[in-house]
């Protein structure tokens, strides 16, 4: 079996998903600091309305918003801490990261998958078998 290059999807929610990696692990290694402040959001707007229809694009892009300002202030968060050098509040921080961010991600994955496929976007061959989703 031969797999193809992940979805534009796929990568816009990845991408996500490597900023709440970071912010998890940041308090056993300070080292992902400069990766945390560095991450920069990757808009995919244009991809994500490919693979809707109006409604859904809407969803999305709120979900998107959402996303964007956690990730913002999750930095700016870690952006203070480090300045004062209150290492501690990291702990907090990377709780927050799994109890706010992870579920937007999770919220937009769902959203995607269950999106109403455009005329242009061809329908999948098995829609009826299910998909392991990833937390």
Same mark, same amino acid.
């Given at each position: 079996?031969?797999?193809?290059?992940?979805?534009p999807e796929?990568?816009?929610l990845n991408?996500?998903?490597?900023?709440?990696?970071?912010?998890?692990?940041?308090?056993?290694? *300070? =080292? +992902?600091?400069?990766?945390?402040? %560095?991450?920069?959001?990757?808009?995919? !707007?244009? $991809?994500? &309305?490919? /693979?809707?229809?109006?409604?859904?694009?809407?969803?999305?892009?709120?979900?998107?918003?959402?996303?964007?300002?956690?990730?913002?202030?999750?930095?700016?968060?870690?952006?203070?801490?480090?300045?004062?050098?209150? *290492? =501690? +509040?990291?702990?907090?921080?990377? %709780?927050?990261?799994?109890?706010?961010? !992870?579920? $937007?991600? &999770?919220? /937009?994955?769902?959203?995607?998958?269950?999106?109403?496929?455009?005329?242009?976007?061809?329908?999948?061959?098995?829609?009826?078998?299910?998909?392991?989703?990833?937390?």
């Open positions: 079996m031969q797999f193809g290059p992940a979805p796929s990568n816009y991408h996500a998903e490597d900023l709440a990696l970071l912010l998890e692990t940041l308090p056993h290694r *300070l =080292d +992902l600091v400069d990766g945390v402040l %560095a991450w920069r959001p990757e808009h995919r !707007r244009h $991809v994500l &309305a490919t /693979a809707a229809g109006h409604r859904d694009r809407v969803r999305l892009e709120q979900l998107e918003t959402r996303l964007y300002r956690q990730a913002t202030a999750a930095q700016d968060a870690v952006r203070e801490v480090v300045r004062n050098g209150k *290492l =501690d +509040l990291l702990w907090p921080i990377a %709780a927050l990261a799994a109890k706010e961010i !992870r579920p $937007v991600i &999770a919220e /937009a994955r769902d959203a995607i998958a269950h999106a109403e496929p455009t005329i242009a976007s061809p329908a999948p061959e098995e829609s009826h078998v299910p998909f392991a989703r990833s937390a």
